[in-house]
């Protein structure tokens, strides 16, 4: 990582030989400070030991600097004046800081410093900073990464040539997107550095739409890694030190936290062999089980050399990168000619506008060090810096350094470089030789995590094409029993007195209600193709004026029903007053006139009973002397009748109720398409495989990568539900409304069970239709709002309960006059088929009846000639006989017998005469 890239030591030597040796043009002037210099002093604060003692290697470069601003030929300050350090060493320590600074503030005048150089450690800078801008003391330090400096609010006047901690952040967020990555894990050591680092990175991974867990430790990391592990974490950025870096990849090691699906990122300022243990540690992992745990893993450092192509603004050379040096050293050189830059430019400025460099300079005891002219001056200079240093391209943003950052990755124990970054360009300059994923050249980027993949959860074929089967069906049906209704037996009177208008409108509304079958079963189809709002509209429109039209109907039928139960209550009572007291009568008559005969008795019940109504139902005995309650008294009771104003009055305003609830949904909370999502679960083609093992190789980690980053896929299905805004409460209201509907349905269904009027034949199937629709609602309802995850089986729930109401009721709406037309068809039919038999028995009568009469009449021929064979000769034999007597009884002069007529004479012939013949003689 340090391959011979800085140049501490480098500078350290050539600046000891140039002053050794005397190469370096240095004057007198030059050399020393007499007392006519002019002169302007700056502090200067170096860790010269102590926790941190990198000013050791800073404070030579500074000096170096210093004396390139006080001799070069073009580039040192106007009008002869020069720079002069106060060097102090701060141990590295806060308080010993804040001591100097208070020397720099009081014990030096009149050399008070006019700004400060440094500090060099984070903690010493944010004691000091937080208190010198009360003075107006502009600070430009060479190190001091903590990110906490970055707040301009409390360290107004800090400056610093050395980069925050933040500045690896935007090269991380680069990585993350260039890599696809949209969830992070961070696992930081608590402490101040890192945990302001980290809520920084959290911030821009927020604003980038990443993901961030963030997992942090005290002391050991075990915990922590442990915690990774469970929520499988893919992409780690490690916040700590070096010390807890192997620490943290020994417990890496042991949880199995590495391999080709884990990426980590690392600080890049920890030597190239940092993962070897330490003597004295006493880690449980071995160096090689280290490296195997860290292999493929990306750090972060900023680049601390500019480029040797370009030249820098004091002209110094940077030599070859080939000496072990501190990363400071060139900041520090920076820093001194950042100082130097503003400080020029400030009394250029004074001086063109007339002021006296001297008094603009002079510290005033207990308010500021400088003029407030100056210092404001002299802070904008500065917030304008922009030059080549020795460090590259010196520029500050809200008193940060902005720098490049180098990336590099490790590939099998070795660092490779990456790449860089540049926070202005906000780009990655990617090496041409790796722009690839390092770790692995046959497959893509880990995943960092479980790649969902969403898919839209649709109804199973043949779930569908059943139910709109049967839903096709029953608007075929319903569209034929419009036909049936309205055209072909319109004028029969079964059909009549079923009321068929309100039979069509209960069919148009089990029309649109089939209809919704379809459309809710295709919502994920059709929202490609219809807006969603509107589809969800559509819906439910149909749904619910097909229901009140269909229902409604239903509704208004029971309710008329009972209104005619209702009126029919009061006249059964008054029947039975009358009934009681003509009985009372009665039996009074009875007892005075005699006990009538149980003979009589039940011929007169009996002619009771048969007037009673078909209304009542009820019983009738005819030993009963008491008259039925439900009857005719001698037209005295009669029955109600049912007004078809009634029905139309209440579907009217069932419907402008259900219009008007619509409209006010629709207007302040309309339905629109939402996703629900469900359970996330894996793909069928990969449910069957099971990982196989395979051994553990150096930069491979467990399992082949392969079969690794197929098995790395889950679906993620969600289903389409139509919402909205406070979609509990309008949904409440609408199902309640319907509830309370279908309650009171049941309710008069009920209490018109025994009523029967000839002009609504169909009570009885339209209490059997209501009885339907109110169990199937209130068992369909509850179950599917239960089960509306499950799309198939609230689909099948909610379609059967529609199908079966909507077949019921269409069986209500028609089928007495149906079956009566049916029966009263089927009767003709065995009438016609009975009278075609009748016809040929009768033909096969008529031939023998035929014959027969023919024989019977050549018999009667014959026997009618055998009779006029006798006639003829008894009236010979009685001719005879009647001749010879009137021959004797005959008077003289009448005409001869001969000529008198045998039938003509026999009326003549008294009873004496006939008496007189025998029988035998006729």
Same mark, same amino acid.
């Given at each position: 990582m340090f391959k011979a890239t800085f140049l501490l030591r480098g500078l350290f030597l050539l600046l000891q030989t140039l002053w050794s040796s005397g190469e370096f043009v240095l004057s007198d002037e030059c050399d020393e400070f007499d007392s006519g210099t002019k002169v302007i002093n700056l502090g200067a604060m170096f860790p010269l030991n102590g926790s941190w003692n990198g000013g050791v290697s800073c404070l030579p470069a500074a000096m170096l600097a210093l004396a390139h601003v006080n001799c070069h030929p073009t580039r040192s300050l106007v009008d002869g004046y020069k720079l002069k350090l106060q060097v102090t060493n701060t141990l590295c320590e806060p308080g010993k800081g804040v001591k100097d600074l208070y020397d720099f503030l009081y014990e030096s005048a009149p050399n008070t410093p006019s700004a400060i150089l440094g500090p060099g450690c984070s903690s010493v800078s944010t004691a000091v900073a937080e208190a010198a801008h009360l003075w107006n003391v502009l600070m430009v330090s060479y190190g001091s990464s903590s990110p906490a400096l970055s707040d301009r609010?409390?360290?107004?006047?800090?400056?610093?040539?050395?980069?925050?901690?933040?500045?690896?952040?935007?090269?991380?967020?680069?990585?993350?997107?260039?890599?696809?990555?949209?969830?992070?894990?961070?696992?930081?050591?608590?402490e101040e550095v890192f945990t302001t680092t980290a809520d920084h990175l959290t911030s821009l991974c927020k604003k980038n739409n990443?993901?961030?867990?963030?997992?942090?430790?005290?002391?050991?990391?075990?915990?922590?890694?442990?915690?990774?592990?469970?929520?499988?974490?893919?992409?780690?950025?490690?916040?700590?030190?070096?010390?807890?870096?192997?620490?943290?990849?020994? $417990?890496?090691?042991?949880?199995?936290?590495?391999?080709?699906?884990?990426?980590?990122?690392?600080?890049?300022?920890?030597?190239?062999?940092?993962?070897?243990?330490?003597?004295? @540690?006493?880690?449980?992992?071995?160096?090689?089980?280290?490296?195997?745990?860290?292999?493929?893993?990306?750090?972060?450092?900023?680049?601390?050399?500019?480029? @040797?192509?370009?030249?820098?603004?004091?002209?110094?050379?940077?030599?070859?990168?080939?000496?072990?040096?501190?990363?400071?050293?060139?900041?520090?050189?920076?820093?001194?000619?950042?100082?130097?830059?503003?400080?020029?430019?400030?009394?250029?400025?004074?001086?063109?506008?007339?002021?006296?460099?001297? $008094? @603009?300079?002079?510290?005033?005891?207990?308010?500021?060090?400088?003029?407030?002219?100056?210092?404001?001056?002299?802070?904008? *200079?500065?917030?304008?810096?922009?030059?080549?240093?020795?460090?590259?391209?010196?520029?500050?943003?809200?008193?940060?350094?902005?720098?490049?950052?180098?990336? @590099?990755?490790?590939?099998?124990?070795?660092?490779?470089?990456y790449g860089s970054h540049t926070e202005n360009y906000n780009v990655v300059k990617v090496q041409a030789l790796h722009d690839f994923w390092p770790f692995n050249e046959k497959y893509q980027a880990?995943?960092?995590?479980? $790649?969902?993949?969403?898919?839209?959860?649709?109804?199973?074929?043949?779930?569908?094409?059943?139910?709109?089967?049967?839903?096709?069906?029953?608007?075929?049906?319903?569209?034929?029993?419009?036909?049936?209704?309205?055209?072909?037996?319109?004028?029969?009177?079964?059909?009549?007195?079923?009321?068929?208008?309100?039979?069509?409108?209960?069919?148009?509304?089990?029309?649109?209600?089939?209809?919704?079958?379809?459309?809710?079963?295709?919502?994920?189809?059709?929202?490609?193709?219809?807006?969603?709002?509107?589809?969800?509209?559509?819906?439910?429109?149909?749904?619910?004026?097909?229901?009140?039209?269909?229902?409604?109907?239903?509704?208004?039928?029971?309710?008329?029903?009972?209104?005619?139960?209702?009126?029919?209550?009061?006249?059964?009572?008054?029947?039975?007053?009358?009934?009681?007291?003509?009985?009372?009568?009665?039996?009074?008559?009875?007892?005075?006139?005699?006990?009538?005969?149980?003979?009589?008795?039940? $011929?007169?019940?009996?002619?009771?009973?048969?007037q009673i109504t078909r209304a009542s139902k009820s019983s009738c005995d005819p030993l009963s002397n008491q008259s039925p309650v439900s009857g005719a008294f001698d037209g005295e009771a009669k029955q109600p009748e049912m007004s078809k104003t009634h029905l139309y009055a209440c579907l009217c305003l069932l419907l402008v109720v259900e219009l008007a609830f619509l409209s006010v949904h629709s207007s302040v909370a309309p339905l629109t398409l939402q996703t629900e999502v469900l359970e996330i679960v894996m793909p069928l083609n990969m449910r069957r495989v099971t990982r196989s093992s395979h051994p553990v190789t150096a930069g491979q980690g467990p399992g082949d990568p392969e079969c690794d980053h197929r098995r790395e896929v889950r679906?993620?299905?969600?289903?389409?539900?139509?919402?909205?805004k406070d979609h509990?409460?309008?949904?409440?209201?609408?199902?309640?409304?319907?509830?309370?509907?279908?309650?009171?349905?049941?309710?008069?269904?009920?209490?018109?069970?025994?009523?029967?009027?000839?002009?609504?034949?169909?009570?009885?199937?339209?209490?059997?239709?209501? *009885?339907?629709?109110?169990?199937?609602?209130?068992?369909?309802?509850?179950?599917?709002?239960?089960?509306k995850a499950h799309q198939d089986a609230s689909y099948v729930f909610a379609s059967l309960a529609t199908v079966l109401s909507v077949f019921v009721t269409q069986v209500a709406s028609s089928g007495k006059s149906s079956s009566r037309l049916a029966a009263k068809e089927s009767l003709r039919r065995r009438q016609q088929t009975a009278a075609s038999r009748n016809r040929a028995d009768e033909l096969e009568r008529y031939n023998e009846l035929y014959e027969e009469n023919e024989r019977v009449k050549a018999q009667i021929v014959q026997w009618e000639d055998y009779l006029n064979k006798l006639k003829d000769k008894y009236e010979e034999l009685c001719k005879d006989k009647l001749e010879s007597t009137l021959r004797k009884r005959a008077p003289p002069g009448r005409v001869p017998m001969q000529e008198i007529d045998f039938f003509t004479e026999f009326l003549y012939i008294d009873s004496e005469d006939i008496d007189q013949i025998s029988v035998s003689e006729v």
């Open positions: 609010k409390r360290f107004p006047t800090f400056f610093r040539t050395h980069p925050s901690g933040l500045i690896h952040n935007p090269t991380r967020i680069n990585l993350f997107t260039k890599f696809g990555w949209k969830k992070v894990f961070l696992l930081v050591r608590l990443i993901t961030v867990t963030r997992s942090t430790f005290q002391s050991h990391p075990k915990n922590a890694i442990q915690a990774l592990k469970r929520q499988d974490a893919r992409i780690i950025v490690g916040l700590f030190y070096e010390t807890a870096a192997r620490e943290v990849f020994c $417990e890496a090691y042991k949880a199995g936290l590495y391999g080709n699906k884990i990426v980590w990122f690392i600080l890049g300022w920890f030597p190239d062999t940092w993962y070897h243990p330490v003597f004295g @540690e006493n880690l449980p992992c071995t160096g090689e089980e280290m490296q195997l745990a860290a292999d493929g893993h990306f750090s972060t450092e900023i680049m601390q050399l500019g480029s @040797e192509d370009l030249p820098t603004f004091s002209g110094i050379e940077i030599p070859a990168r080939t000496l072990e040096v501190s990363p400071e050293s060139p900041l520090a050189y920076d820093a001194v000619w950042a100082l130097a830059i503003a400080i020029n430019s400030t009394i250029i400025e004074l001086m063109n506008q007339g002021y006296k460099i001297a $008094e @603009e300079f002079r510290a005033v005891p207990d308010v500021t060090v400088i003029s407030e002219r100056a210092f404001f001056l002299m802070k904008s *200079y500065l917030d304008g810096t922009n030059f080549i240093g020795v460090s590259g391209n010196v520029s500050f943003t809200a008193g940060d350094r902005v720098s490049s950052v180098s990336i @590099e990755f490790m590939k099998n124990g070795t660092y490779y470089d880990p995943r960092d995590g479980i $790649e969902i993949s969403k898919e839209l959860q649709k109804l199973k074929a043949p779930v569908f094409f059943t139910f709109s089967a049967f839903a096709f069906l029953g608007i075929l049906t319903s569209l034929g029993l419009l036909l049936f209704n309205g055209c072909f037996f319109r004028r029969a009177r079964v059909v009549f007195n079923s009321q068929p208008l309100m039979n069509n409108i209960m069919l148009v509304g089990c029309i649109l209600t089939l209809f919704c079958v379809f459309l809710s079963g295709l919502t994920g189809e059709l929202e490609t193709i219809i807006e969603s709002n509107n589809l969800c509209q559509v819906v439910l429109w149909m749904m619910s004026l097909g229901f009140t039209l269909g229902f409604g109907s239903l509704f208004a039928k029971v309710w008329a029903l009972h209104v005619v139960a209702t009126k029919m209550k009061p006249s059964r009572m008054s029947a039975l007053s009358m009934g009681y007291s003509k009985n009372r009568t009665s039996t009074t008559n009875g007892a005075s006139a005699g006990v009538a005969s149980p003979t009589a008795s039940r $011929e007169k019940a009996g002619g009771r009973c048969k679906v993620m299905p969600y289903i389409y539900h139509c919402r909205s509990n409460l309008w949904t409440g209201l609408n199902f309640g409304y319907k509830g309370c509907l279908l309650l009171l349905a049941a309710l008069f269904a009920y209490d018109s069970r025994n009523v029967q009027l000839e002009n609504m034949n169909d009570a009885r199937q339209v209490s059997m239709a209501v *009885y339907n629709i109110v169990t199937l609602y209130w068992i369909t309802v509850p179950v599917t709002m239960l089960i």
